[in-house]
């Protein structure tokens, strides 16, 4: 039996406890991988004098595939994101973060579906700022036709290819005619121009954006977003279904990809065995489904669907972290889904 050998990166905070529990299920529904640790973030920092080091990045050029915990970065001094200079390094440009309801989770909203893709590579996002003298700081923002570009391609093939039926760009062209302005113009050439006007497009200012999310989100179906924007509405998104608990997400590149939840380290509640691994744990469903589409290994798809199975099972019958009103922690969710595979 062939098997794929994956970077496991555990991050930092939460990151290590719900890596665990996510390689136990991964485990049990008999998917076929293999693992191969490297480090990032704090923990390399501690390990290895650098929070990036090369042989991260090399393991997982070298693999194209990692399942990575989050990541803490400092806030208003010290290194510059980790994520950034991952996603940067590895041109991992399209982050895609599927938000659904699911069984057993009561939210203020029932039938969310829908998919933020974020351009990860680019924008202010990739904080370049600038002291020019005291009390005056700038933060450039930078756009690019070229990832402007094949993030909307990138974003109406997977319409296309998910049977979706609408993107809708949320963007600030009002403002920023320039770098907004270029990217909801190259979104609207390759709809024309590569033949995807068969899918619905609409491009709404985000503020207003913002505000019909929170009116009904299940009116939309596929966001497109700049960097920024893709961040925060992000968590906004997750919020509608369950939180940062219940979020997956994957970073997409044309030679590598990164599997990570959309939830950060934690901080407050690390290493007291309470995080919900659900959200890596669906990360590794989208990581093995993506394994099937590009590999044709259709016994990743059959492992995603037994996983997919147990949690849904899991939460119907109330098997829930705290983050969701139950009682179980870290290990315990996780032996909750097992015992569902096995049963
Ligand atoms: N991809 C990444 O690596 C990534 C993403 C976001 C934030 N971060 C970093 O994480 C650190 C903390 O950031 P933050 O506090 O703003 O965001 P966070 O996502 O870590 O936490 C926000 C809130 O959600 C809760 N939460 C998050 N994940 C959870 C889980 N799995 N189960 C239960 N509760 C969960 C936390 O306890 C906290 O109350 C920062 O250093 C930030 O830069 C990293």
Same mark, same amino acid.
């Given at each position: 039996?062939?098997?794929?050998?994956?970077?496991?990166?555990?991050?930092?905070?939460?990151?290590?406890?719900?890596?665990?529990?996510?390689?136990?299920?991964?485990?049990?529904?008999?998917?076929?991988?293999?693992?191969?640790?490297?480090?990032?973030?704090?923990?390399?920092?501690?390990?290895?004098?650098?929070?990036?080091?090369?042989?991260?990045?090399?393991?997982?050029?070298?693999?194209?595939?990692?399942?990575?915990?989050?990541?803490?970065?400092?806030?208003?001094?010290?290194?510059?994101?980790?994520?950034?200079?991952?996603?940067?390094?590895?041109?991992?440009?399209?982050?895609?973060?599927?938000?659904?309801?699911?069984?057993?989770?009561?939210?203020?909203?029932?039938?969310?579906?829908?998919?933020?893709?974020?351009?990860?590579?680019?924008?202010?996002?990739?904080?370049?700022?600038?002291?020019?003298?005291?009390?005056?700081?700038?933060?450039?923002?930078?756009?690019?036709?070229?990832?402007?570009?094949?993030?909307?391609?990138?974003?109406?093939?997977?319409?296309?290819?998910?049977?979706?039926?609408?993107?809708?760009?949320?963007?600030? +062209?009002?403002?920023?005619? /320039?770098? $907004? *302005?270029?990217?909801? =113009?190259?979104?609207?050439?390759?709809?024309?121009? &590569? @033949? #995807?006007?068969?899918?619905?497009?609409?491009?709404?200012?985000?503020?207003?954006?913002?505000?019909?999310?929170?009116?009904?989100?299940?009116?939309?179906?596929?966001?497109?977003?700049?960097?920024?924007?893709?961040?925060?509405?992000?968590?906004?998104?997750?919020?509608?279904?369950?939180?940062?608990?219940?979020?997956?997400?994957?970073?997409?590149?044309?030679?590598?990809?990164?599997?990570?939840?959309?939830?950060?380290?934690?901080?407050?509640?690390?290493?007291?065995?309470?995080?919900?691994?659900?959200?890596?744990?669906?990360?590794?469903?989208?990581?093995?489904?993506?394994?099937?589409?590009?590999?044709?290994?259709?016994?990743?798809?059959?492992?995603?669907?037994?996983?997919?199975? +147990?949690?849904?099972?899991? /939460?119907? $019958? *109330?098997?829930?972290? =705290?983050?969701?009103?139950?009682?179980?922690?870290? &290990? @315990? #969710?996780?032996?909750?889904?097992?015992?569902?595979?096995?049963?």
């Amino acid at each position: 039996m062939t098997t794929h050998p994956i970077v496991l990166i555990p991050g930092d905070g939460i990151g290590p406890e719900v890596a665990v529990a996510t390689v136990r299920v991964l485990e049990a529904a008999r998917a076929p991988l293999t693992w191969v640790e490297h480090h990032a973030g704090v923990a390399a920092l501690d390990t290895l004098g650098e929070v990036l080091p090369d042989q991260t990045l090399d393991a997982v050029r070298e693999r194209g595939i990692a399942l990575k915990g989050p990541c803490t970065t400092p806030i208003g001094d010290g290194f510059t994101s980790v994520n950034v200079q991952l996603r940067k390094r590895l041109d991992l440009y399209a982050a895609v973060r599927p938000v659904r309801n699911l069984p057993g989770i009561q939210t203020r909203y029932e039938g969310v579906d829908l998919v933020v893709i974020r351009e990860n590579t680019e924008g202010l996002y990739s904080g370049i700022e600038n002291e020019i003298t005291q009390g005056v700081v700038t933060s450039l923002k930078v756009a690019t036709e070229l990832a402007s570009t094949r993030i909307g391609r990138w974003a109406f093939q997977y319409a296309r290819d998910r049977g979706r039926k609408k993107v809708t760009v949320m963007h600030k +062209a009002n403002i920023m005619k /320039l770098t $907004d *302005g270029m990217f909801i =113009r190259c979104a609207r050439s390759v709809r024309e121009a &590569e @033949g #995807f006007t068969d899918i619905e497009y609409e491009e709404v200012i985000i503020d207003a954006g913002c505000m019909k999310l929170v009116q009904d989100p299940t009116q939309f179906d596929v966001l497109l977003l700049e960097n920024l924007y893709g961040d925060v509405l992000s968590d906004l998104c997750a919020g509608f279904v369950g939180g940062l608990g219940v979020t997956p997400g994957a970073n997409i590149g044309t030679d590598c990809a990164v599997f990570e939840a959309v939830h950060g380290s934690a901080p407050d509640i690390a290493g007291k065995g309470v995080a919900n691994p659900l959200a890596l744990i669906m990360s590794g469903v989208m990581m093995l489904n993506h394994i099937a589409d590009t590999r044709g290994d259709e016994s990743c798809r059959a492992a995603a669907g037994r996983i997919r199975d +147990a949690y849904n099972q899991a /939460l119907s $019958d *109330g098997q829930k972290t =705290r983050d969701l009103g139950g009682q179980l922690g870290t &290990e @315990g #969710f996780a032996s909750a889904l097992i015992e569902r595979i096995a049963g």
